[in-house]
């Protein structure tokens, strides 16, 4: 690998990651139905009471899934922002 084929490949990793989502919760309106860790079970999982811990960013494969988890919280509590 030359000097520059590194260089393009760690530029083009920079840009992935400057590019990736984060998930967020509303902690005031979440109220623990549990369907975000269903649906995106790669992203979210729940505690010992339901509520979601969710990872801080999304790969850009499952932009879509935590998009899907996004809509189907039926308390609307989930944040999906580009970062």
Same mark, same amino acid.
């Given at each position: 690998m030359s000097l520059n084929s590194a260089s393009m490949n760690s530029a083009s990793l920079n840009s992935a990651s400057m590019n990736s989502a984060s998930l967020a919760v509303d902690w005031i309106r979440c109220t623990a139905h549990g369907l975000? $860790?269903?649906i995106a079970p790669e992203l979210v999982t729940l505690d010992d009471w339901g509520y979601p811990i969710v990872a801080d960013t999304v790969p850009p494969h499952l932009e879509a899934l935590a998009a899907r988890a996004r809509a189907a919280c039926? $308390?609307? $509590? +989930?944040? +999906? #922002? #580009?970062t």
């Open positions: 975000c $860790a269903e039926p $308390a609307m $509590a +989930l944040r +999906l #922002s #580009s």
